[in-house]
């Protein structure tokens, strides 16, 4: 329970570091969500149907590194949207809680995505792919957080810090 009362009693804003663990950790969800989401908007050739699995694959190579910090992330957001919630993830085991974490990042994703985006959503991803993970996920939250220059930026019921 420290990294709840932790998260309580910080800044209530995801840092930019917080963010990139966040992102390291989530991008093979999202991106594995983001493949069955477009799979029937998407031609046989499109580099989602073609490459998403792999690319996932990939990136899922840096998600034990980022979960220290993206499980810290990820009570924060819980707790800005139920503290409850929050509490009771914290006092679960590892394995469990990233069952968790990856499910809610992939059914955000599905949910969110129109399938008339998901020709755009495939151009950016195949841009995307020849970059390390780490790269990925830093160009990400660096993106975002411009957003967050002007308090625009939220992740959930959370802000992003000021940078």
């Known amino acids: 329970m420290p990294q709840v009362a932790a998260a309580q009693s910080s800044t209530?804003?995801?840092?930019?570091?917080?963010?990139?663990?966040?992102?390291?950790?989530?991008?093979p969800?999202?991106?594995?969500?983001?493949?069955?989401a477009c799979a029937t908007a998407l031609p046989a050739g499109a580099f989602l149907?073609?490459?998403?699995t792999?690319?996932?694959?990939?990136?899922?190579?840096g998600k034990a590194k980022a979960?220290?910090?993206?499980?810290?992330a990820f009570l924060k957001m819980a707790s800005a949207k139920d503290a409850g919630s929050a509490r009771?993830?914290?006092?679960?085991?590892?394995?469990?809680?990233q069952q968790i974490a990856d499910a809610a990042f992939a059914g955000i994703v599905t949910g969110q995505i129109k399938p008339d985006s998901c020709t755009t959503i495939d151009r950016v991803v195949a841009l995307l792919a020849p970059l390390p993970p780490e790269?990925?996920?830093?160009?990400?939250?660096?993106?975002?957080?411009?957003?967050?220059?002007?308090?625009?930026?939220?992740l959930g019921n959370l802000p992003l810090c000021k940078a």
């Not at 209530?12 to 991008?27: D, G, H, I, K, N």
């Not at 792999?54 to 190579?61: D, M, P, S």
């Not at 009771?88 to 809680?97: E, G, N, S, V």
């Open 67 to 72: 979960w220290p910090e993206a499980k810290s």
């Open 49 to 52: 149907r073609q490459g998403g």
């Open 12 to 27: 209530p804003c995801l840092t930019p570091r917080e963010f990139t663990a966040l992102s390291t950790y989530a991008l």
């Open 29 to 36: 969800s999202v991106i594995s969500g983001t493949s069955r």
């Open 135 to 154: 790269n990925t996920a830093e160009l990400i939250a660096v993106a975002v957080g411009l957003g967050s220059k002007a308090g625009t930026s939220k």
């Open 88 to 97: 009771l993830f914290a006092t679960m085991p590892d394995d469990a809680l």
């Open 54 to 61: 792999e690319l996932a694959q990939r990136y899922a190579t």
